[in-house]
C-alpha cells in the first residue's frame, strides 16, 4: 500500500506516539565465520592477499583467531542488516521509495565474535520533527544467548513528506571537523563490482546493480551502499592507526551525505577528536571535485 493511499484513507505516514510506545521487536540472528569473512572481502580485504593484518579479516585458520570489524553487525543476519525491522512496526506507513538511510551510529559493548547465535531487540525512542521530513531512529540492540548486549545501533531513517507535526527537532549537530587541514588522508580505491559484492551480504536493493534502476533514480549507474563505505572507513583507520586491532573500537558514527560510485577512490580525512579518544572523520570523492560521501563521522576507541 502506497504513501498516497495512506493519505487518502487519512493515516499518517508515521503514527508517532504508536510508533515510539510500541513494545520492542525481537528478531533472531544467526551467523557463522563464512559470512564474516564475506563482509570483509565486500570492504576490500585481502590486498595483498599475503599481508598477515589482512589475512586475519579473511582467513579462519589465522594464528590469531578470524578479525571482526564491529561494523559487521550491519549486516549480521544477512538480511540487509538489523535493526531494519521499521517497516513492520506499528503506526509506520511507509513507501519504501520515501525513505532514505540517512546516518549510522553503533556502540560496541563487547566484540563481536565469529560466529554466534544472538537477538536483536528493536524500538524507536524517538522520532524527530524536521519541517517537510521526519527523521525516524530506530534502536537495535544485538544480544547474545546469555541476553548480554554485543552492541547497540541507531539507524537514522529520512522520511520526505513525513514532517510537520509539531514535535522535537532532535538535538543539535555533533561535534564537527576543525576549521584546519586533516590531521590524516587516507585513499582508498574500490572495485568497480565492490557493490555487486557487497549486496551478497543481503541488502537487494536493485539500485546498487541494475543500471535501469539507478538511471530512475537520477544516477548514472548504481552506487555503492553507504554502509559499505562506512564500513570502508572504519577498517582503515583500525588497519591504519589502531594495529588492525578491530576491538579497540568502542564506536561510530556517519551521516550519509552523498552518493559513491564503485570504482572510485574514497579520501577519508581525518583529525584526532578533541576528547582525545578517537578521530573525527569526513569522505570525499576525489574523482568529483572531493563531493562529500560520509559527513558528522567519528570513531571512538580505547
Excluded at 510508533?19 to 580485504?45: C, N
Excluded at 521526519?134 to 547497540?152: F, G, K, N
Aim: with cysteine; aromatic share 6%; net charge negative.
Amino acid at each position: 500500500m502506497t504513501h498516497s493511499l495512506f493519505q487518502k484513507m487519512g493515516a499518517p505516514p508515521i503514527d508517532v506516539a504508536r510508533v515510539t510506545s510500541a513494545p520492542p521487536v525481537r528478531t533472531e540472528v544467526t551467523w557463522d565465520d563464512r559470512d564474516v569473512r564475506l563482509y570483509h572481502l565486500a570492504l576490500g580485504a585481502g590486498v595483498p592477499e599475503t599481508d598477515e593484518h589482512e589475512l586475519a579479516y579473511v582467513y579462519e585458520r589465522h594464528a590469531r583467531g578470524l578479525a571482526v570489524l564491529p561494523t559487521f553487525g550491519t549486516v549480521a543476519g544477512g538480511t540487509g542488516g538489523i535493526g531494519f525491522q521499521v517497516f513492520d512496526l506499528p503506526g509506520v506507513h511507509l513507501d519504501l521509495a520515501q525513505a532514505l538511510h540517512g546516518g549510522q551510529e553503533i556502540t560496541v559493548h563487547r566484540p563481536l565474535p565469529a560466529a554466534a547465535r544472538a537477538t536483536a531487540v528493536t524500538h524507536v525512542p524517538a522520532v524527530y520533527d524536521k519541517g517537510r521530513a521526519a527523521v525516524l531512529v530506530q534502536e537495535s540492540t544485538l544480544l547474545d544467548d546469555d541476553e548480554r548486549p554485543l552492541l547497540t545501533q541507531r539507524n537514522h531513517i529520512f522520511v520526505q513528506g513525513a514532517g510537520g507535526f509539531g514535535g522535537d527537532r532532535g538535538p543539535s549537530d555533533p561535534t564537527p571537523v576543525p576549521d584546519r587541514a586533516p590531521d590524516h588522508l587516507f585513499d582508498l580505491p574500490t572495485m568497480r563490482q565492490q557493490a555487486l559484492l557487497y549486496r551478497l551480504t543481503g541488502d537487494w536493493n536493485p539500485l546498487h546493480a541494475d543500471p535501469a534502476t539507478a538511471r530512475t533514480a537520477g544516477y548514472d549507474r548504481p552506487i555503492l551502499h553507504g554502509l559499505c563505505t562506512f564500513g570502508m572507513a572504519v577498517k582503515a583507520v583500525t588497519d591504519r592507526l589502531l594495529r588492525s586491532d578491530p576491538t579497540r573500537v568502542t564506536g561510530c558514527r556517519t551521516r550519509f551525505a552523498g552518493v559513491f560510485y564503485p570504482g572510485e577512490t574514497l579520501r577519508l580525512h581525518l583529525w584526532h577528536h578533541p576528547d582525545g579518544n578517537g578521530y573525527l572523520l569526513r569522505a570525499t570523492a576525489p574523482d568529483r571535485d572531493d563531493a562529500v560521501v560520509l559527513s558528522h563521522a567519528a570513531i571512538t576507541v580505547r
